[in-house]
């Protein structure tokens, strides 16, 4: 990593800190979104398999990888349902009592909190899950969404779904409950293409999915469908395969291959990944699903499915480390709240960094900065760290020789470092700079005209009295979708607040509260989606004189090492004429 303007001379620079930041163990983000999983607040059927999946495939790990065990045990310490921000962060440019979110950044959740990553909690849970999911199933096989609701053809299905999957973990699942739900599953086939001849002709998303359900399994377990009637699903949901999302062409092609179609499984796959992205330091992702909000086009859990899809057809694809470096920053910069996406994701990580011998590893990170070398060696049985810091004071900064930033994995596996350069100067950056994030700002003055208000782009030659209007407009890019960003814009010296009201407001389909303070806007978004926003604001010349308007600055507060800003410059408000 390079800072190109370290090496431009500026005797007006003022440094403050080079911090250098590593993550290391991943697979501990994962695991952290667990307490949350298993304390959902509701007790239905998914929620509550999806307990069971989650802590079973947990344990199980646990077994096999002691350093699993070890992390998990140190972080079951957590007081809190939610994880915290970092308080201490040396990137963080606001305090936490600025923000909106003071009560999100302790973590604070649910008043009661299970310690769900210690391993004998784990398996306490589990079992607790497995009584529950027996108790809820009706005397016939079905099971439904609330307990004594009734029976749901999807909800039984998504059962024996999340039940074949912990048993791929090696998780005891009585078979009774499979056997008896794939039987009723088999009754209900049978009577709506009794009922509704049609049916089986146009449902092709039921006959994918359930399809799929059935390749998970073993044949005593199937329910009594026939291999004509297997063929029959498989057939309709492959004409259907160009209207299918990411999701469902991923479960189209595992069932595809499972049956030996194994050129049809790649058409169907040669889509899917022929629809990707792939970007630098960011890895292979998806452009969110149409209609993203509902439960069967979740982006996260499409994700992490396609990621199990592809390990099944092609394990050695070099797009599956891709894919999965693309779930890990999307979590660094979020708090997945769906129950069913986090389930998904520890059931293809777990699979794959087992794959690749990565869960529970020893790793070893290297920085070298100029003549300062820091070594992070994350140890999860000897050490719960999962990040290092090398923070150099300013004073201490060489800028000829720390310009450049240099890290090395010694060791299998993803990593993410970062580095970040505060100072001071007197000179104004002429444009912008920042990774992830992006933001520009430009100002108009606001004109009255014979034909209505006009906006005209103030530049070092317009003519700005005191009294005049400014519109300030400010764009975002964001490159993926972030969580509690923060977004400050100084004010000149020489404007006032065109309003003084603070308050939410809502356009582009988000959600921010704008903060008018003395010395400038601050924006916090609780959710900025991946995408383009321009946000528009008034402030009025009040002294006349030439003022520098200092760059807007924007920061999730999650992952305040994504920072970026604007080009900075001066305004000039001249007198008003005598």
């Not at 784990?122 to 079905?142: C, F, I, V, W, Y």
């Not at 039940?163 to 009754?187: C, G, K, Q, Y």
């Not at 034909?451 to 030659?461: F, N, W």
């Not at 977004?487 to 010296?493: F, T, V």
Request: glycine share 6%.
């Amino acid at each position: 990593m390079e800072f190109a303007d370290m090496k431009v001379a500026d005797d007006t620079r003022v440094n403050e800190k080079l911090v250098v930041t590593v993550d290391g163990q991943l697979f501990m983000s994962i695991l952290s979104a667990l307490p949350y999983l298993t304390e959902y607040p509701y007790e239905c059927a998914e929620q509550t398999l999806n307990r069971f999946v989650s802590t079973g495939i947990v344990s199980s790990l646990f077994e096999k990888y002691p350093g699993v065990a070890a992390m998990a045990k140190r972080a079951s310490t957590r007081e809190t349902q939610f994880e915290a921000w970092d308080r201490k962060d040396p990137n963080r440019k606001i305090s936490l009592e600025e923000t909106p979110w003071l009560r999100e950044s302790t973590g604070e959740g649910s008043s009661r909190f299970f310690k769900v990553l210690d391993p004998g909690v784990a398996e306490r849970t589990k079992q607790d899950a497995l009584s529950r999911l027996r108790k809820m199933q009706h005397a016939d096989g079905a099971f439904p969404w609330f307990p004594g609701g009734p029976p749901s053809q999807w909800m039984t299905l998504y059962v024996v779904a999340g039940l074949s999957r912990a048993m791929e973990f090696d998780v005891e699942v009585p078979d009774d409950i499979i056997s008896s739900a794939m039987d009723w599953t088999h009754n209900w086939y049978l009577r709506m293409k009794a009922e509704h001849p049609d049916w089986i002709k146009n449902d092709w998303s039921t006959a994918t999915f359930l399809a799929w359900v059935l390749s998970n399994l073993p044949e005593h377990l199937q329910g009594g469908f026939t291999a004509a009637e297997k063929a029959e699903m498989l057939k309709l949901a492959f004409a259907n395969w160009k209207d299918m999302s990411v999701g469902m062409k991923s479960m189209l092609a595992m069932t595809l291959h499972r049956a030996k179609r194994t050129t049809d499984a790649k058409l169907v796959w040669d889509s899917v990944m022929d629809a990707a992205r792939l970007e630098k330091d960011r890895g292979m992702f998806w452009a969110q699903e149409d209609r993203s909000w509902l439960w069967y086009n979740d982006t996260i859990e499409n994700h992490a499915r396609a990621i199990r899809t592809l390990q099944e057809i092609d394990p050695s694809s070099k797009a599956i480390d891709d894919l999965v470096l693309w779930l890990f920053i999307n979590k660094k910069l979020n708090h997945w709240k769906s129950t069913r996406a986090t389930a998904e994701v520890l059931y293809s990580l777990a699979h794959h960094l087992s794959a690749q011998q990565e869960l529970g590893v020893r790793e070893v990170i290297t920085v070298e900065v100029g003549d300062r070398t820091g070594t992070f060696d994350f140890d999860p049985i000897k050490s719960g760290e999962t990040r290092g810091q090398l923070v150099i004071d300013g004073p201490d900064v060489d800028e000829d020789a720390m310009s450049k930033v240099t890290v090395r994995k010694e060791t299998p596996g993803w990593a993410l470092a970062s580095a970040t350069w505060h100072f001071s100067t007197e000179q104004l950056p002429e444009k912008g700079d920042g990774d992830l994030l992006k933001i520009e700002r430009k100002y108009f003055l606001k004109k009255k005209t014979t034909s209505g208000l006009v906006l005209e782009p103030v530049t070092d030659k317009t003519a700005i009295k005191p009294g005049d209007e400014v519109e300030v407009q400010i764009s975002i890019q964001s490159g993926e979708p972030v969580e509690y960003v923060h977004l400050r814009d100084p004010r000149p010296a020489g404007f006032e607040p065109a309003k003084s009201i603070s308050g939410y407001n809502w356009n582009f389909g988000i959600s921010w509260y704008e903060e008018v303070r003395d010395s400038g806007e601050n924006f916090f978004f609780e959710q900025l989606p991946r995408g383009e926003y321009t946000f528009r604001y008034s402030i009025r010349a009040a002294l006349a004189g030439t003022f520098k308007a200092a760059p807007a600055t924007i920061q999730p507060m999650y992952a305040p090492e994504f920072a970026a800003y604007s080009a900075g410059r001066l305004i000039n408000i001249t007198p008003a004429a005598q």
